[in-house]
């Protein structure tokens, strides 16, 4: 090693920094007063995707999409913080509900397969063993208490446009608002931004429109189901990437229907991404990045200019 190098000690460092800062400022200027951790220590379900800019949602819930009372109580065993449940003609409330406690539970029923008098006794049923605010009626034809289901299957442009289009148009109709579910695929930087890009045009349209909607980004994430260690590998970026994009609830493929060993992965890898990594205690990871931010912001003005038309 050349032995004419500076030595690297803090008070280098300090002279270093103070050559570079502008005129009139000083190192305690650069102090973030700001709370790195935005986190209560507990994982009680509360008030959901209070969106403010691109900033995410403060901490995701574990989904996990179930088919029937015995696939929601398999998901909740192996940790899912929430339930993502579809009911068929013919299924019984009972069974279906059995022994799960929705009242602590957040939970998504899509209600599209069931006849008006079917939702009716669903709706009744569930509000006696649920508090306001944790269950989420959708459908495609949502009815007055009900969020649109609107499912995207990739990462594209046109697909961002027409979501986009979407919501812009159904604004003044729907009442509460859209859950979004987006198959999340394998461009890590292009998920975080799309992500990113449609919660930021979401807040702008509410702005222009003075009417407040609730907009709820669900990650599906996907794998070919031929090889476990690639999707292994395929599972955690993509789940890396909707974390950093902001999504309300991550989920991988449907308990019980004999894939069950791939839902647990995903729940797995989400554990280790809060309970090793700390990642849901960040606000927003993803702030500063020049390269996600010069992505999204290209994203917003085309959205945008692509409304007006």
């Known amino acids: ?40 220590g507990f ?18 819930k574990i989904l996990a999409h179930c088919s029937g009372n015995s696939a929601c109580l398999s ?41 008006d008098g079917d939702k009716l006794q669903w709706h009744t049923a569930l509000s006696d063993v649920t508090k306001n605010g944790l269950l989420y009626w959708m459908s495609q034809s949502p009815a007055d208490g009900e969020y649109q289901i609107l499912e995207v299957l990739d990462t594209k442009k046109p697909s961002l446009f027409n979501l986009a289009a979407t919501i812009a148009q159904q604004w003044q109709d729907q009442q509460n608002g859209w859950v979004v579910v987006h198959h999340v695929g394998s461009d890590f930087y292009g998920e975080i931004a799309w992500a990113r890009a449609i919660r930021e045009v979401f807040c ?41 994009g902001g999504y309300d609830f991550i989920s991988g493929l449907p308990w019980g229907q004999g894939l069950d060993k791939y839902a647990r992965l995903v729940q797995n890898i989400q554990h280790m991404m809060k309970h090793e990594s700390k990642l849901h205690l960040f ?20 959205v945008l200019e692509h409304l007006q038309k």
Request: with cysteine; glycine share 6%.
């Open 75 to 115: 998901a909740l065993e192996n940790g899912a913080e929430a339930l993502w449940c579809k009911p068929g003609v013919g299924d019984s409330i009972d069974d279906f509900t059995q022994g799960i406690k929705f009242e602590f539970i957040h939970s998504l029923f899509d209600v599209s397969q069931l006849s």
């Open 283 to 302: 606000r927003d990871p993803m702030a500063g990045s020049y390269f996600i931010e010069e992505i999204n912001r290209a994203l917003v003005e085309e």
């Open 43 to 60: 994982s009680w379900p509360g008030p959901q995707n209070q969106v403010r800019g691109t900033i995410p949602a403060n901490e995701w």
């Open 1 to 40: 090693m050349n032995s004419s190098f500076q030595p690297h000690t803090k008070q280098t460092w300090l002279d270093a920094v103070r050559k570079e800062l502008p005129d009139g400022k000083t190192l305690a200027d650069l102090f973030i007063h700001t709370d790195v951790y935005d986190h209560d």
């Open 204 to 244: 702008k349209l509410g702005e222009s429109k003075g009417m407040p909607r609730q907009l709820i980004l669900l990650g599906q994430l996907k794998a070919d189901n031929h090889d476990a260690n690639q999707d292994l590998i395929r599972y955690s970026y993509s789940a890396l990437s909707a974390v950093m």
